[in-house]
């Protein structure tokens, strides 16, 4: 069903202050920023080997981002699991009784259809699944 990780999502408060460290300091190639406006966020993508860091801005106190932020301040937010057929991934995890925070796929960073895994089927970690959009 996982094919790889995709991404590794960290929620900062400042993607200006943070950026340089992953980009110049730990020398990831820097994809650019993209604002996802149902999320609440921008996100800045990093490339490390096939897997990715993508940071996570809050743009309204209402984002979820805002909100982890606000409880647990800047760190691991998710982790994000590449999936070939989401819909399929989502159906099984649902028949194997997993609590999914969405039910049907939405659309991502990047052009990404994505779906979330809620943090108490997966022991604490909020997990991603990911379908990419090339």
Do not use: W
């Amino acid at each position: 069903m996982l094919t790889k990780i995709n991404h590794i999502g960290i929620a900062v408060k400042s993607l200006e202050e943070t950026l340089p460290f992953y980009r110049d300091n730990l020398g990831m190639p820097f994809a650019g920023i993209e604002e996802v406006a149902e999320q609440k966020v921008r996100v800045a993508m990093l490339q490390v080997g096939e897997s990715k860091i993508e940071l996570l801005e809050p743009t309204s106190e209402e984002s979820p981002v805002a909100r982890f932020l606000e409880k647990n301040g800047p760190g691991i937010h998710h982790l994000a699991y590449e999936v070939v057929d989401i819909e399929a991934a989502i159906a099984k995890l649902r028949a194997d009784g997993a609590r999914m925070i969405d039910e049907r796929p939405r659309s991502g960073a990047h052009g990404a259809r994505i779906a979330f895994v809620h943090p108490k089927s997966s022991n604490g970690v909020l997990t991603e699944l990911c379908q990419c959009g090339h």
